[in-house]
């Protein structure tokens, strides 16, 4: 890339007065992506001996809209955290935000067999979570259980449209992570959501951002989900957290619980062709090969 093609690059992005527009998120994320790009080319050929000195007002000019665009997103997510806080920005009036915002990738996402890929739909929602720091896991994993993969928020999105939630369900995220599901769930929907996560670490940046939610109806509780009491649950998802016999002790004491009145339940990924097989649920989605494709069913109505 020639020096002039850098310059081009960086004008037509000052030029670009809609990217100082707030509601142009997808827009500004593009560019914010150039700018990176922009800089790291500067950088490199400022390594060069005697780089040319036009370069150095161009890395400026470069950093400098970088960080006004990036300041906007700040003072965005800083204002909606408040609004969400404040119990102003919740249910469709949330969705409707959070389409309007970021909403291109609900489109274009079709189902897939490779792990799906995440949209600016994931930038977004990520910055209700005000802890920046991803927190490092401190338990060694057992090997039937899964490592931290965040479910794409289009596949949250689907699930909440799928599930008719109401005041009278207790959802439950089984292998919560850092909480992304039970936080958008009870956003949108009001239910109460509660997460099972192993890893104190995780759980403990899930508590934090949802209180800084103020969202008193989302719970997280650090245990195996083979030792913790979810019997209140009525509906349950499972980025499939863990394989093989875990996965079926786990997939036993919601039988157990189906006993005593019907249960729902959602996954995502390689754990739903697993569930499938279990006599005692029914699927009420469509099965077909895609693994990353929602999985939905209901249990079956015993005698
Ligand atoms: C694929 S991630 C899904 C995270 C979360 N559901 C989400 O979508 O954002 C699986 C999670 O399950 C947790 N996990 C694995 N084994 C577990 C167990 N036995 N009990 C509770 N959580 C477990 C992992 O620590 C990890 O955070």
Redesign the pocket.
Known sequence: MMISDLQTDIEALQGNTALWNETNFEKRIEALDDLEFIIDRIEALLQLDSPPVELFPLKQCAQTIKSQLEAINVALFARLRAAIRSGRCQGVALLDLIKTYAGSGLISSQPTNSVVGYSNLDVFTNSFFFLEILPTATLKREPE???????PTQIILELVAKANLTNQDVFY??????G??CVLVNLLTGTTAKG????PA?CSYATICASDLNLSNVVFICE???IANYSDGTVFFL????VGQ?LQEVLNKLQVISWDRPIRLFSYGPCTAYIAQQSWLTSTGQVNDYLYELGEFRSRPTN
């Not at 099972?196 to 890893?199: Q, T």
């Not at 980025?239 to 863990?242: A, D, G, I, R």
């Open positions: 259980m899964v490592f931290y993969q965040k479910t995220d089984l292998g919560s992570g850092l992304h599901v099972i996560e192993i890893e995780y195996d989900a083979r980025y499939t957290p863990f875990i």
